[in-house]
């Protein structure tokens, strides 16, 4: 069976379309897992993350395997209300939503094209359309496969704060006032030294 490229591919989401995706796809009348409803495979990732970057090529070719299957991946580091209203953890998390709730987390550690499609065939009862194996165009994206570091400001920003408090403290302590105290002495030391000479 062959796919029209258009038509399976993963579609990167950000927090706010990801919700009204799942408020708009939601059907009321299916009212339990066991009646059929539309399913959906949701990544969390971080671009900055090495196990996304890993993860993504095998849920690149997901979207090939499983073209009944919507393929979503969201950035969670910039929403951080997903995150908790979801239950992520850790990155890169897999959940399959049906009928858009959430029925399952992948739970292995293991990123590889094998485990995702077993993981999906459990929970859908879907076989893969097309045999079980990574392409060269699943290196490509549109899950970004190569980490990109970031920089952290808040990491910045709390060493600053660290660093200035311990400072702080320093300053005000017994020590301190010895290491001035000490210094001051010996630059006096010194200048008396240095009239005798002159």
Sequence with gaps: ISYPDEEVFVEIVNGTQFLKLMSERHN????????????SLVIFYAPWCPFSASAAPSFNGLARLYPDVALYAVDSS????????FGILALPTLIIFHNTKPISKFNQSDYMLENFSKFVNTFTGLEPALPVKLMDRD?????PTKAVPEPDYY??????FTIICALGYFGKSSYCEWIVESVRNNWREAEIQHEHID
Excluded: D, H
Aim: glycine letters at 6%; aromatic letters at 10%; one cysteine or more.
């Design 28 to 39: 009321p009348n299916i009212t339990n897992r066991s009646t059929e409803g539309e399913c």
């Design 155 to 160: 990491l910045y920003l709390a060493w600053t």
């Design 139 to 143: 290196m490509e994206g549109p899950v």
């Design 78 to 85: 910039k929403y951080q209300s997903i995150n908790t209203q």
